[in-house]
């Protein structure tokens, strides 16, 4: 399906459902940071609007939605509430593992259930041996956003066999996978006490010899694997991931400039005469600012419209199409940052107090920076590959 009149109606129909819940989450923002936590009935409002099911294949319930509707979904919550938007862009892209499960397996997970969630996070050094009828994993696992009101979580564990050697492919490489399991079955660490994104409570899980059937085990974004054969899941997570939290960093960029814009209509600065707005420095920050967010923001957009728009033609996704991506993404990572310092700033001491819009934005947004997807690494691994070189660490590309 091209990006005619269908996907147009589905775009306006879920961003109806972000702009029906705006007024809860905008009530819930204190809670949530208060409580590191989504609550109760945000995420019943959530669930009844099918929000972290948008990447989930038809046929279980789920929205199977094109990537250019759900990354302004994931930016539209973001501009009212960033902890929000993290865990529906995470939950949702977990999700699409649906696609590559045996379908009794993603049945029992998602099909039973119309509030299943899956969570993970990353876990150095874990490892699954090999045993009769699937694996007994072993591991601590971190950053696992909305693993608080998931019901399943996931693990990404090197396989060995029952002698203690790896299992390799045939290239020699080590092998792994994701193996996918109740939630109740292990107990959740609180390590998630931030300045930003406090509320995707990103705790932590250990494993000790957790049995795992291989039913509910997976080579995630390997195709040989899919079980579902939609466009959709050609994509990788990662790729996913990039432009996802990318628009959540645009999403808190543009809801600091527009409350700056709003403080100019208003605020005199101590030892002015006239106000923000008629100041010609502020004139041309803001300027600069808008433009600055609105090509970082088009770059995006304009990207993914033309990688979907090939993949749903080839079933196919290149490399330089994920490098197009990474490097979309990484840009507006930095240039979000930028426009929202500028915002932050340029609202003086207004800023600072926990009753405006700045300050909390101003945290979320540096937190989202620092994660994985915010790392200026990306540019030296994406330079690489438009150099015909080798890339030093294309694992997150």
Same mark, same amino acid.
């Given at each position: 399906?091209?990006?005619?009149?269908?996907?147009?109606?589905?775009?306006?129909?879920?961003?109806?459902?972000?702009?029906?819940?705006?007024?809860?989450?905008?009530?819930?923002?204190?809670?949530?940071?208060?409580?590191?936590?989504?609550?109760?009935?945000?995420?019943?409002?959530?669930?009844?609007?099918?929000?972290?099911?948008?990447?989930?294949? &038809?046929?279980?319930?789920?929205?199977?939605?094109?990537?250019?509707?759900?990354?302004?979904?994931?930016?539209?919550?973001?501009?009212?509430?960033?902890?929000?938007?993290?865990?529906?862009?995470?939950?949702?892209?977990?999700?699409?593992?649906?696609?590559?499960?045996?379908?009794?397996?993603?049945?029992?997970? @998602?099909?039973?259930?119309?509030?299943?969630?899956?969570?993970?996070?990353?876990?150095? $050094?874990?490892?699954?041996?090999?045993?009769?009828?699937? @694996?007994?994993?072993?591991?601590?696992?971190?950053?696992?956003?909305?693993?608080?009101?998931?019901?399943?979580?996931?693990?990404?564990?090197?396989?060995?066999?029952?002698?203690?050697?790896?299992?390799?492919?045939?290239?020699?490489?080590?092998?792994?996978?994701?193996?996918?399991?109740?939630?109740?079955?292990?107990?959740? #660490?609180?390590?998630?006490?931030?300045?930003?994104?406090?509320?995707?409570?990103?705790?932590?899980?250990?494993?000790?010899?957790?049995?795992?059937?291989?039913?509910? #085990?997976?080579?995630?974004?390997?195709?040989?694997?899919?079980? @579902?054969? &939609?466009?959709?899941?050609?994509?990788? #997570?990662?790729?996913?991931?990039?432009?996802?939290?990318?628009?959540?960093?645009?999403?808190?960029?543009?809801?600091?400039?527009?409350?700056?814009?709003?403080?100019?209509?208003?605020?005199?600065?101590?030892?002015? &005469?006239?106000?923000?707005?008629?100041?010609?420095?502020?004139?041309?920050?803001?300027?600069?600012?808008?433009?600055?967010?609105?090509?970082?923001?088009? @770059?995006?957009? $304009?990207?993914?419209?033309?990688?979907?728009?090939?993949?749903?033609? #080839?079933?196919?996704?290149?490399?330089?199409?994920?490098?197009?991506?990474?490097?979309?993404?990484?840009?507006?990572?930095?240039?979000?940052?930028?426009?929202?310092?500028?915002?932050?700033?340029?609202?003086?001491?207004?800023?600072?107090?926990?009753?405006?819009?700045?300050?909390?934005?101003?945290?979320?947004?540096?937190?989202?920076?620092?994660?994985?997807?915010?790392?200026?690494?990306?540019?030296?691994?994406?330079?690489?590959?438009?150099?015909?070189?080798?890339?030093?660490?294309?694992?997150?590309?």
């Amino acid at each position: 399906m091209r990006d005619g009149a269908a996907q147009a109606a589905q775009r306006s129909d879920y961003l109806a459902r972000v702009a029906a819940l705006a007024p809860l989450l905008a009530r819930s923002a204190p809670a949530i940071e208060r409580d590191r936590r989504l609550p109760a009935a945000l995420l019943d409002a959530l669930h009844d609007a099918q929000l972290f099911r948008m990447l989930l294949p &038809k046929p279980l319930g789920g929205g199977e939605i094109d990537p250019l509707t759900f990354v302004q979904v994931i930016e539209a919550v973001a501009k009212i509430d960033a902890s929000t938007a993290w865990c529906l862009c995470q939950n949702s892209v977990c999700a699409m593992v649906a696609a590559f499960l045996p379908e009794e397996a993603a049945r029992e997970i @998602y099909g039973r259930d119309p509030r299943a969630v899956l969570a993970w996070g990353p876990g150095p $050094g874990a490892r699954a041996v090999v045993v009769p009828g699937g @694996y007994r994993a072993s591991g601590t696992f971190a950053f696992a956003s909305g693993g608080r009101h998931a019901n399943w979580l996931g693990a990404y564990c090197a396989i060995v066999e029952p002698d203690g050697t790896p299992r390799l492919a045939a290239n020699g490489t080590p092998l792994g996978r994701t193996l996918i399991f109740p939630a109740s079955q292990v107990g959740m #660490t609180d390590i998630w006490d931030v300045i930003g994104l406090r509320g995707t409570a990103s705790d932590g899980y250990t494993l000790n010899d957790l049995f795992v059937p291989e039913a509910f #085990t997976v080579q995630r974004d390997d195709l040989a694997e899919r079980r @579902y054969p &939609k466009p959709l899941y050609t994509m990788p #997570t990662n790729s996913f991931y990039a432009c996802g939290f990318a628009c959540v960093a645009l999403g808190l960029a543009r809801s600091l400039l527009d409350s700056f814009v709003a403080l100019t209509q208003e605020k005199t600065p101590r030892g002015y &005469k006239s106000k923000l707005r008629e100041n010609a420095a502020t004139q041309t920050e803001v300027a600069e600012a808008e433009a600055r967010l609105r090509s970082a923001r088009m @770059y995006v957009l $304009g990207t993914l419209a033309e990688v979907w728009a090939e993949v749903e033609r #080839t079933d196919r996704m290149s490399m330089e199409q994920r490098m197009a991506i990474r490097l979309a993404a990484s840009h507006a990572n930095h240039e979000a940052v930028a426009v929202g310092d500028i915002a932050y700033h340029a609202a003086g001491a207004t800023a600072i107090f926990t009753s405006n819009a700045f300050e909390r934005r101003f945290r979320d947004l540096h937190t989202v920076a620092q994660q994985l997807q915010g790392r200026r690494q990306h540019f030296e691994t994406v330079g690489r590959f438009l150099l015909g070189l080798e890339p030093d660490s294309a694992a997150f590309i």
